[in-house]
């Protein structure tokens, strides 16, 4: 394995990485754009499951079901060892109507996921959990930096120099970075950021505006989702509703208009909300992808050049499988799961229009 890496993206997903990576005992130097975390990662709700899964590729499922099933010790390691709590819990997540339910139940029978019907038509799967985003990045920083790991902040990738088939350094915001192993994980602009050497990584950004508001105390006692609306109950009474899907370039800017019909979609199921505030109204930029499947592994052409990006709307629940995709791929150990549908150039070109 390469000695040092330098990791482009400092998410959850970049940072993942970089902690796997540490551990394996290389030296690790992750360059963030703009502050640890702040992007997709740090707007996201963290359910740890595909909205619906029935609704996904296998390919999805296969990588979030991998993702669900490394996250409890991955989370425990992080408390354990930070002292930092990202709140992992299993609060179980109730699917209202409308719902394919014959698909739903075949699909949680076939990939042996609990679930219990209720007497309004709605679906629990009891074993869906969440995590606290914005706790989680604090602790992966934590361990990150625990391990000997550099993080440099409002450090932008502006090129990869290539001489002789490999990446030799890469020009960026607080000069030039050389390692052994280059890994791009920088979200949403990925694509950009690799230029002429994207290589079939279709990866672009996807707005998605969210809203928070505070209760004494947690007024629903699961994850409420309907269609693709959310409703996230956090332990001391907030509750983050979420959220849209706009294809808006790299424009963060939240709406009047979102915000209103999150509400107003919401207070179906929560009707307390009709009559209250957001405390928060924020957007993040999802790294959207087709198909929702992300491009994981090593270039097709630069050998000491990886990615991990793409993650569309499960970055976080899938980031334990992700790296470990990535580091059997770059260690050459066997996988745990079919990965020829995350390989580097394997997203074909018609498919970009499903994003």
């Known amino acids: 394995m390469s000695t040092s890496f330098v990791i482009a993206g400092a998410g959850a997903v970049g940072l ?3 902690e796997a990576l540490l551990r394996q005992g290389a030296a690790v130097t992750v360059l963030e754009r703009n ?6 990662s740090w707007a996201g709700g963290g359910i740890l499951s595909p909205l619906c899964p029935w609704d ?6 296969r990588l979030a079901l991998r993702g669900m099933a490394l996250f409890p010790a991955w989370a425990e390691r992080l408390l354990h060892e930070t002292g930092i709590d990202p709140e992992f819990e299993a609060s179980g997540m109730r699917v209202f109507a409308p719902l394919d339910m014959s698909s739903a139940l075949a699909w949680c029978g076939s990939h042996g996921m609990r679930c219990a019907t209720g007497a309004d038509g709605s679906l629990l799967l009891p074993e869906v959990a969440q995590v606290r985003n914005p706790r989680l990045l604090q602790a992966q920083r934590a361990m990150v930096e625990r391990l000997g790991g550099r993080i440099v902040e409002q450090c932008a990738v502006q090129k990869l120099n290539v001489e002789g088939g490999r990446v030799r350094s890469v020009s960026a915001g607080q000069g030039d970075f050389t390692a052994d192993g280059f890994v791009i994980a920088g979200g949403a602009w990925s694509s950009q950021l690799l ?6 990584a279709a990866i672009k950004p996807i707005r998605g505006q969210m809203l928070l508001f505070k209760f004494p105390a947690p007024p629903l006692p699961h994850i409420y989702l309907q269609q693709d609306l959310y409703l996230i109950p956090r332990r001391d009474g907030h509750v983050l509703v979420g959220s849209t899907l706009e294809d808006v370039g790299f424009d963060k800017s939240t709406t009047d208009e979102a915000r ?6 919401a207070a179906v199921l929560l009707p307390q909300l009709a009559d209250m505030q957001p405390v928060r109204h924020w957007a993040g930029l999802r790294p959207g992808s087709p198909g929702n499947i992300p491009t994981i592994g090593r270039h097709p052409r630069l050998q000491n050049l990886y990615i991990n990006s793409g993650h569309f709307r499960y970055g976080v629940t899938m980031a334990p499988a992700g790296v470990e995709i990535l580091l059997n791929e770059i260690e050459g150990r066997e996988q745990a799961l079919d990965v020829s ?3 580097w150039g394997q997203v074909a070109d018609e498919t970009a229009k499903r994003i």
């Open 56 to 61: 996904y590729p296998d390919a999805v499922t």
């Open 35 to 40: 502050e640890v975390g702040r992007e997709s």
């Open 260 to 265: 209103d019909r999150l509400v107003q979609r």
């Open 341 to 343: 549908p995350y390989r």
């Open 16 to 18: 993942a990485t970089a």
């Open 195 to 200: 230029g002429e050497l994207a290589a079939g």
